[in-house]
């Protein structure tokens, strides 16, 4: 069983910058951020191939430019940084894994594992 302990949201000012944080304890093969803002339907952010020294990323279009998914250390291997932060990132940030092979992307159904979340809230 995979389980994730996500870190590192909270308040932040429009313009700054945050560095999230994701524990892991469990083999994953594919791991992802997603995002869901009150009222609105979970999107994906990010996501990256965990079994490999490579470490293949993929974003969605909307996502690219100012989101970065890496790994990190053995104790929180997966990073989502945040540059130049909007209102309207403000949401609730989830990390999610997997351990089924095959394309690693953001669709939400090829996650097993989600973890709980981290507030980010953003003001202008």
């Known amino acids: 069983r995979v389980r994730l302990v996500e870190s590192g949201g909270g308040p932040v000012q429009a313009g700054g910058s945050l560095r999230l944080s994701c524990g892991v304890f469990?083999?994953?093969?594919?791991m992802g951020w997603f995002r869901q803002a009150p009222g609105k339907e979970r999107e994906g952010v990010a996501a990256i191939r965990t079994d490999t020294e490579s470490g293949r990323t993929y974003y969605p279009d909307s996502m690219k430019g100012r989101f970065t998914i890496s790994k990190g250390n053995r104790t929180n291997p997966l990073i989502l940084q945040i540059a130049s932060l909007q209102p309207e990132d403000t949401a609730m940030y989830y990390c999610?894994?997997?351990?089924?092979?095959?394309?690693?992307?953001?669709?939400?159904?090829?996650?097993?594992?989600w973890g709980q979340g981290t507030q980010v809230s953003v003001s202008s």
């Open positions: 469990g083999y994953t093969y594919c």
């Open positions: 999610a894994a997997s351990i089924t092979g095959g394309a690693c992307d953001t669709r939400a159904s090829r996650f097993e594992y």
